[in-house]
Every structure is written in structure tokens, then in C-alpha cells.
């Protein structure tokens, strides 16, 4: 009987381990969700790279290729896809090429977090992609 206890205490406290880990992904992915800018994050917040001033964007509709770079072309990130987003819980791989750029796309697969607005939400484990959608 003490050995039954034990175990049973041993898995209530792994579920609730559990449940504890994926409310913290959850809340990650909701808070990456709200973002509204165009452009590529790392989750954990130290790193952005958005369009604005300084940093333009240009996205290819036939050959699903979304850039960003800087204007005097000192740093870039250029991503292409196999193919247009269907809808949210798709997996994509994307192929990217980067310069100057400090984070790590290695070995990182997507899933289609949200798609809004003409805006379709990328997030991996530690990278976060916000783009527009590809017109085809």
C-alpha cells in the first residue's frame, strides 16, 4: 500500500509538472501572437529584427520568398518557403539565408501560429516570424 501511495503521488506530481510546462509554452505563443510588426524574434525577447525605417521588406509571391534588410544592405535575412500558408497548425521548414543577423534559424521548424489580417504568425521553439501572406 505505501508503494502505491508513493507512485501515485510521484505521477500527480508529474502531470502537474507537466500541465506547469505547457502553460508556459502557451503563454509564450500568445504573447509572440500579439505582436503586430513585421518581422523575425527570438521568443525570449533578446533579439528583433522588424521592418520599419531603416530595415525594408520584400516578399515574392510566385517563388514564396519574404527579405528583410537593411537599406544599405549591411545585414539581411532572406526566407523561402515550399510553398503559401493554408492555416493555423501547419508545419513548414523554411530555407533562410542571413547576414549579419545574430540568431540561430538552424535546424528550426515552424508551426503556423496564427493567420490574421493578411499577416501569418511563424513560431518555432526560439524564433517567432511575422510576415505577410504570399498572394498567389
Known amino acids: 500500500m505505501k508503494k502505491i501511495s508513493t507512485i501515485l503521488l510521484i505521477s500527480v506530481l508529474l502531470v502537474s509538472c507537466s500541465n506547469e510546462i505547457k502553460v ?24 528583433s529584427y522588424e521592418y520599419g525605417d531603416d530595415i525594408q521588406m520584400s516578399i515574392n ?19 523561402q518557403f515550399q510553398s503559401a500558408f493554408n492555416a493555423a497548425g501547419e508545419t513548414v521548414e523554411p530555407v533562410f539565408d542571413k547576414k549579419n543577423i545574430t540568431i540561430d534559424f538552424a535546424n528550426q521548424k515552424f508551426t503556423v501560429a496564427k493567420i490574421d489580417a493578411g499577416k501569418v504568425w511563424l513560431s518555432s521553439e526560439k524564433i517567432g516570424i511575422v510576415l505577410p501572406m504570399f498572394n498567389n
Do not use: A
Open 24 to 47: 508556459k509554452v502557451n503563454e509564450t505563443e500568445r504573447n509572440f501572437t500579439e505582436i503586430v510588426n513585421v518581422g523575425v524574434y527570438s521568443l525570449d525577447g533578446s533579439f
Open 61 to 79: 509571391n510566385q517563388k514564396f520568398i519574404f527579405r528583410l534588410q537593411e537599406s544599405d544592405l549591411s545585414s539581411y535575412v532572406n526566407i
